[in-house]
Nanobody
Framework: QVQLVESGGGLVQAGGALRLSCVAS????????MAWFRQAPGKERTLVAA????????YRANSVKGRFTISRDNAGNAAYLQMNSLEPEDTAVYYC?????????????????WGQGTQVTVSS
């Protein structure tokens, strides 16, 4: 089993930045593809960014390209989402997710493990 705990959410003004962290415990972190999803009120949960087990490939949704960066630290069992130039449309609950996979196509994986979510609110 894998347990995921997110942190770093909060309230920020438009144009500001936040860094989300996800710490994993349990089975081998370096066998996990990691991802960040978000869900805004009344909307479906969508994939924001994902990263392969060794960090050599990443995926970002078109809506966040150029603003968000996903990274990981396998020694620290952690994944991160750096969010810059935040917009009110980025307001959502952000979830960290993991999948046991060493595939490159991280945007198409089924993610089986989820954190509890962290709220990000961007004011205009």
């Amino acid at each position: 089993q894998v347990q995921l705990v997110e942190s770093g959410g909060g309230l920020v003004q438009a144009g500001g930045a936040l860094r989300l962290s996800c710490v994993a415990s349990g089975r081998a972190f370096n066998s996990l593809a990691m991802a960040w999803f978000r869900q805004a009120p009344g909307k479906e949960r969508t994939l924001v960014a994902a990263i392969t087990w060794n960090g050599d490939r990443t995926y970002r949704a078109n809506s966040v390209k150029g603003r968000f960066t996903i990274s990981r630290d396998n020694a620290g069992n952690a994944a991160y989402l750096q969010m810059n130039s935040l917009e009110p449309e980025d307001t959502a609950v952000y979830y960290c997710a993991a999948a046991f996979s060493r595939a490159s196509a991280v945007s198409t994986l089924r993610y089986d493990y989820w954190g509890q979510g962290t709220q990000v609110t961007v004011s205009s």
